[in-house]
C-alpha cells in the first residue's frame, strides 16, 4: 500500500531532483523508488512506484497535481464526442511501455528473492477523475453519467476496461508476480449500484486474466460488497481499516485470502503503539488462514521510520505454536 513515499527521506531527496511525473516516466528512476522501501524494511513484496492516472494519460487526457492539494486532469470530459475521442486500448502498452520497462528492471533486481505487485486503478475510480475533471468531494458529475447517460458512461468504463486489460496483461508480461485493482471510489457509489458502476467492470478485467493469476481487490469503503467481490475470481481482498479483519475473514470463502488492515495513522504514532497494534492485529487472525499483514490504506507522510521498522519487526518475529 504506497511502500514509497514522503515518509523516506530517500524518497523526498529523488523527487526533490526530478520531481513526481519524471520519476513514474523513466523507469531507472521508478525502479529506484520501487526499491527504496524494500531496502529499509523486510518486506515480503516490492510494489511498482507508479500512479493509477497514467491510464488516463494514455487515452489522451494527462493529470498533474494541484498546488493546493488533489489531483487536476487537463480538462474533464464533457460529453459523449470527448469519450469517443479517447485513445483506442491498444494504444495503452506503447505509450506506457515505460512501465513496462521499469518492471523488467525490478525483477532483475529483485532476482526472484521478492515478489514484485504491479496496480492499477478500477475504471469506475479512474473515470471519477475523468469527468469530474480531478479530485471531487461529491462526485456529482459522474453520478449524474452515470444516471442520466448510461449509454455514455458504459462506453467510457468499457473504454477504461479494455485498455487496463491491455495494461495489465502488459505488466503480468514484464515480471508482474500478482496485481492489485484500486477501487478507491468504489465506496462513493450508492450501494444498489455498485455493481453496474464498478464490480461488472472489474469482474471483466479478472476474467482477462490468465487463469489463476492472482489479482488483489482493494475497495476503499465497499465493506457492504465484500461478499460479491469475493466471487469476482480475485484471490485476494485488501480490507480497509474500518472493518474488523477477523469479522471478515470469517465471513468470506475460504479460497480468498485477506490483506490488511492496520489504520496508516498508528505508523505517525510512537514504535511502542506500532508493535503493540501490528500484533494486536496479528493474534486477532491466529488460527485464520489467508492472511497477508498490510495497511487499511495508503502509508502517511507523517509516517515514522521508526514506527515502520516496529511494525514489521512484529509480523516477522511473530510466530505460530506448533
Not at 18 to 40: I, N, W
Not at 59 to 87: K, V, W
Not at 196 to 212: D, F, H, N, Q, T
Request: hydrophobic fraction near 45%; include cysteine.
Amino acid at each position: 500500500m504506497r511502500q514509497a513515499g514522503r515518509y523516506l527521506p530517500e524518497y523526498r531527496e529523488l523527487k526533490a531532483k526530478h520531481g513526481f511525473l519524471k520519476m513514474v516516466r523513466t523507469p531507472e528512476l521508478a525502479a529506484e523508488a520501487s526499491l527504496q522501501p524494500v531496502r529499509r524494511f523486510a518486506f515480503d513484496a516490492a510494489i511498482l512506484f507508479s500512479d493509477i492516472l497514467v491510464i488516463p494519460e494514455a487515452l489522451g487526457q494527462g493529470y498533474a497535481f494541484r498546488d493546493e492539494g488533489g489531483i487536476a486532469m487537463e480538462r474533464r470530459l464533457e460529453n459523449r464526442a470527448m469519450i469517443e475521442a479517447l485513445a483506442p486500448e491498444d494504444s495503452v502498452p506503447e505509450r506506457l511501455s515505460y512501465v513496462a520497462d521499469a518492471l523488467a528492471i525490478l525483477k532483475r533486481e529483485l532476482a526472484g528473492r521478492t515478489a514484485l505487485l504491479g496496480f492499477g486503478g478500477s475504471p469506475w475510480t479512474l473515470a471519477t477523475y475523468m469527468v469530474e475533471g480531478g479530485s471531487s468531494e461529491d462526485f456529482a458529475r459522474v453520478k449524474a453519467l452515470f444516471y442520466e447517460d448510461r449509454t455514455a458512461f458504459d462506453l467510457l468504463l468499457g473504454k477504461l476496461t479494455a485498455a487496463l486489460i491491455a495494461y495489465f496483461r502488459m505488466q503480468i508480461h514484464a515480471g508482474a508476480d500478482a496485481i492489485q485493482i484500486f477501487d478507491s471510489w468504489g465506496g462513493v457509489v450508492a450501494g444498489q449500484d455498485y455493481e453496474a458502476a464498478s464490480l461488472k467492470w472489474i469482474r471483466a478485467i479478472i476474467a482477462a486474466m490468465p487463469e489463476g493469476f492472482p489479482i488483489i481487490i482493494f475497495g476503499k469503503g465497499t465493506s457492504a460488497h465484500l461478499a460479491d467481490q469475493a466471487f469476482t475470481g480475485a484471490r485476494v481482498l485488501s480490507i480497509d481499516a474500518s472493518n474488523e479483519l477477523a469479522a471478515v475473514r470469517r465471513s468470506l470463502p475460504g479460497n480468498v485470502a485477506v490483506q490488511g488492515n492496520l489504520d496508516p495513522v498508528i505508523l505517525n504514532t510512537t514504535p511502542e503503539i506500532a508493535r503493540r497494534e501490528a500484533t494486536r492485529l496479528l493474534e486477532s487472525m491466529r488460527g485464520s488462514a489467508g492472511h497477508i499483514v498490510n495497511l487499511g490504506h495508503g502509508i502517511l507522510p507523517e509516517a515514522k521510520i521508526g514506527c515502520v521498522e516496529a511494525m514489521v519487526h512484529a509480523v516477522t518475529s511473530w510466530r505460530i505454536p506448533r
